[in-house]
């Protein structure tokens, strides 16, 4: 079985400064793999390590993304090889974009039984390009998964919706988006982070890809805020509920809420 | 100078520091502490992910690691685990010693076992009368026929009477020159006459030491480590790496009892505001923030030394001084800033603070590491 899997990388959240006027700062930021991601790369894993293939993880993004220690943390991980789209025109690129990018990557792979993608990015969330790297090939594509079991030449998934789960049988190939509690994640050892650097990586950039349209973002970003803070009031109220509540709604209306 | 770690060094630690935090939460090292048992999960969990086996031969189950790497795996097992950081370390000497020069058949045997989790073989060199000055030992071994027998009794003995195996030294008394009649063996702990007695200690309750009392413990001739009457070259071949592995682990822990302060000092309202906005509180967190630098700085020079065959020899001792004295100071100072909280049992710092005091008097004392390098710098002086 040769499988996809699509990872996301992203400035660690954990990095972001907030300037005074509210803008915000990733030039500090290390990037990280996308926390959601993490469960999609060992879901393939685990996968080929039970039915024998190959795992191909796939990025596309800025000029950071080619950094040697996020290859070897990818591949640290159980991917047999690493693929890039590497290009500053993907900077901020919206999930059309990204998808196009990824599925032109995926079509030049050659024969591909299962593409996965986390169930969200780690910096956005919109939860679109699984969905959309499946539509523009025309592909059964499921979110949500939370188990994938292999039958015979199709696949049983669990699909965790919000009050069920759906069981569903879903012919190959495939793009299904993981949840990330299909999974735990492995730690790499030191045995796996030492083969990682001797592992393929090919890198290339959208204008190699031989898209049949330019890569153009449709959606245009005018500025990223961070959401104004607030000094909490740390204020105990103490009494009974009658008496809290009178002081409660008398602080309220002090703060002009009420 | 390039103070960076290497991609590999980086994920490795990266990858360890997530283990722990899955694996080894502090509540659970607690309960241990409180239990005095030793941390048998938490050390097969490290196995689990090949820990254990760093700096171990590929043929026995491990995997190359230079000090660096060791030492840093030391020093975030101390962050997080203290007891932990000081396990490791204390196996890196014992197995250390196996790998250069125990038979392939003592390597077969014993490897193996400690890169999948056995606890790490003890070192038994001190004896009632031979503490700092190690070399008066006076543990017997006599040959009968295809056998050796042991006689004597070992103190301070950490691990013994939990662990499989203890590198046993013993002394030829008809050799004047102790440095020259010291043998080392590898002693099974479930060797008829082996007595072992847990002794009660101050800290380190999850790492046991004993009292060994050995009675005509017979074992075969081929037990022995390297060879016979070369003991004490063989032991202090391997003695720098440990105090450095102490050393890190020790780095280790301070720098989790600052995380601890600072985390305090941030929250905790006097006042109406936090303890942290007073200067005097301000003074404690950067006299530990700076002497945390002075440590690892130290610490990683040496490995790095070390990495590439330099002498450490007194620089180890300054090192093993400095670090076990700085510790100290920073864990009793965050201690401080917690104030009641730190001293009372529900929190680690307690922990820290007692299981830290040790490392002024074990793997050699503050006062063996002045002598060690006071004569060997005035030689340098000399020249």
């Known amino acids: 079985m040769n499988v996809v899997v699509c990872v996301k990388l992203t400035p660690d959240a954990n990095d972001i400064e907030v300037r005074p006027d509210g803008s915000i700062s990733l030039a500090r930021a290390e990037w990280i793999i996308g926390g959601f991601d993490l469960q999609a790369i060992e879901a393939g894993v685990q996968l080929v390590e039970a039915q024998g293939g190959k795992v191909t993880a796939l990025s596309a993004g800025p000029l950071p993304i080619s950094n040697s220690k996020l290859k070897k943390d990818i591949l640290s991980r159980g991917p047999d090889e690493l693929v890039m789209v590497v290009d500053d025109a993907l900077q901020d690129a919206d999930t059309y974009t990204t998808a196009q990018v990824l599925a032109q990557a995926i079509r030049e792979l050659g024969q591909v039984d299962l593409v996965l993608c986390g169930e969200g990015s780690a910096d956005l969330y919109f939860q679109q390009v699984g969905l959309q790297v499946g539509e523009m090939f025309g592909l059964p594509t499921l979110n949500f998964i939370s188990k994938i079991d292999v039958e015979g030449d199709h696949l049983v998934v669990e699909r965790n919706l919000e009050e069920e789960i759906e069981v569903l049988e879903v012919p190959l190939p495939a793009v299904l988006s993981v949840t990330t509690d299909i999974t735990q994640a492995r730690l790499p050892k030191m045995t796996e982070i030492l083969k990682a650097s001797k592992k393929p990586v090919t890198e290339r950039a959208v204008a190699d890809l031989g898209l049949p349209e330019e890569v153009r973002p449709r959606v245009e970003k005018i500025s990223t805020r961070a959401p104004h803070r607030w000094q909490r009031k740390q204020v105990m109220i103490p009494g009974s509920p009658d008496e809290a509540v009178q002081l409660l709604a008398g602080y309220l209306n002090k703060e002009g809420i009420l | ?383």
Request: net charge negative; aromatic share 8%; glycine share 8%.
């Open chain 2, 1 to 383: 100078m390039d103070f960076r770690l290497t991609e590999e060094q980086e994920l490795l630690i990266q990858s360890l520091e997530e283990l722990l935090q899955r694996e080894v939460p502090d509540s659970l090292m607690a309960e241990l502490d409180e239990a005095k048992e030793f941390p048998y999960k938490p050390w097969q969990a490290l196995a689990d992910f090949g820990i254990l086996g760093l700096g171990v031969p590929e043929e026995f189950g491990g995997t190359p690691a230079d000090i660096q790497t060791m030492t840093l795996v030391c020093e975030t097992l101390g962050r997080h685990a203290f007891p932990l950081g000081i396990i490791y370390a204390l196996g890196m000497i014992t197995i250390r010693d196996i790998v250069q020069f125990a038979s392939d058949e003592i390597k077969q045997r014993v490897l193996g076992g400690l890169v999948s989790g056995d606890p790490p073989v003890a070192l038994g060199i001190t004896e009632p009368q031979a503490g700092s000055d190690a070399a008066a030992l006076k543990t017997s071994a006599a040959f009968q026929g295809d056998d050796v027998v042991f006689n004597g009794q070992k103190m301070y003995c950490t691990l013994a009477g939990m662990t499989r195996y203890i590198m046993l030294m013993t002394r030829d008394q008809q050799i004047e020159d102790p440095y020259q009649g010291i043998s080392m063996w590898l002693l099974p702990t479930d060797t008829p006459g082996v007595r072992c007695n847990k002794m009660a200690k101050v800290g380190w309750w999850t790492i046991p030491s004993y009292e060994v009392y050995i009675e005509n413990a017979c074992v075969p001739k081929s037990n022995l480590i390297g060879q016979m009457n070369n003991g004490w070259p063989q032991l202090m071949a391997n003695f720098e790496i440990e105090r450095l592995a102490l050393c890190a682990a020790s780095l280790g822990a301070a720098e989790g009892a600052y995380d601890d302060a600072a985390a305090y000092a941030n929250q905790r309202q006097q006042f109406g505001r936090s303890i942290g906005s007073y200067q005097a509180v301000q003074h404690l967190i950067t006299d530990m923030a700076v002497k945390i630098e002075n440590m690892k700085n130290y610490v990683y020079k040496i490995a790095w030394m070390m990495d590439n065959d330099l002498p450490v020899r007194h620089e180890h001792a300054m090192c093993k001084l400095y670090v076990a004295q700085a510790s100290f100071e920073v864990i009793d100072a965050a201690m401080q800033v917690l104030g009641g909280l730190g001293y009372t049992m529900e929190h680690r710092v307690q922990r820290l603070w007692r299981d830290i005091r040790l490392m002024r008097i074990g793997g050699g004392t503050d006062e063996i590491m002045y002598n060690i390098a006071g004569p060997q710098l005035l030689k340098k002086a000399r020249k």
